[in-house]
């Protein structure tokens, strides 16, 4: 099964609707969910126009701090893809202001064994590598998981006032002392 999520919140309501639409059109056999803020939900014409269009609707609780940044939020929107997601599943992450207007590469996910595939964007010093971040990427339902599973062993910190992306340690890393460098 594939399983499109996008994220979602008031100021995006129109975006949110062309979204969905995009996406039953480039993956009509796919269940798609649209993860409204809470904290600033769509209106009510949007939120009927996406069921309109046959996504599911439902509202997310953790902070978006901002554009979907910070591990708060990280973790919010990987434990979304991983809930529910079986190994045979393909888990599409995509934002509401992104149009998937082919659903192929998806498609071939399984088919060419990738457990996590970008649309569109590949390393500019290497073109045959692939760095998925952002608007919009898949992962196998069993990847989508293991992430979540990472996620819970890492115990990411939660953020400190005034800097909702920071995480500790050098170069990134989820733990202090964990970096490599």
């Keep these: ?20 639409r995009c996406a039953r059109t480039a993956l009509p056999e796919a ?14 014409e949007a939120r009927r126009a996406l069921v309109a269009y046959g996504a599911r609707y439902r509202r997310s609780s953790f902070p978006r701090c901002g554009n979907l940044r910070g591990p708060e939020c990280v973790r919010g929107i990987i434990t979304t893809l991983a809930k529910g997601a079986a190994d045979g599943d393909t888990v599409v992450k995509i934002d509401s202001d992104t149009a998937l207007l082919s659903g ?5 996910m399984k088919h060419n064994g990738l457990a996590l595939h970008a649309a569109g964007y590949r390393v500019p010093r ?3 590598e692939r760095s998925a971040y952002g608007n919009c ?13 990472a996620l819970e062993c890492a115990a990411i910190p ?19 002392g964990a970096c490599p460098a």
């Design 1 to 20: 099964m594939i399983r499109i999520y996008t994220f979602t919140y008031a100021g995006d309501a129109q975006e949110a609707v062309a979204c969905v």
């Design 31 to 44: 269940v798609v969910t649209v993860v409204d803020d809470s904290a600033a939900p769509v209106p009510p």
């Design 104 to 108: 192929g590469w998806v498609r071939e």
């Design 126 to 128: 290497n073109p045959s």
């Design 137 to 149: 990427y898949a992962l196998s339902g069993r990847a989508a998981r293991m992430a979540a599973e």
């Design 158 to 176: 939660p953020a400190r006032p005034g800097r909702p992306h920071h995480l500790p340690g050098r170069h990134g890393c989820l733990r202090p």
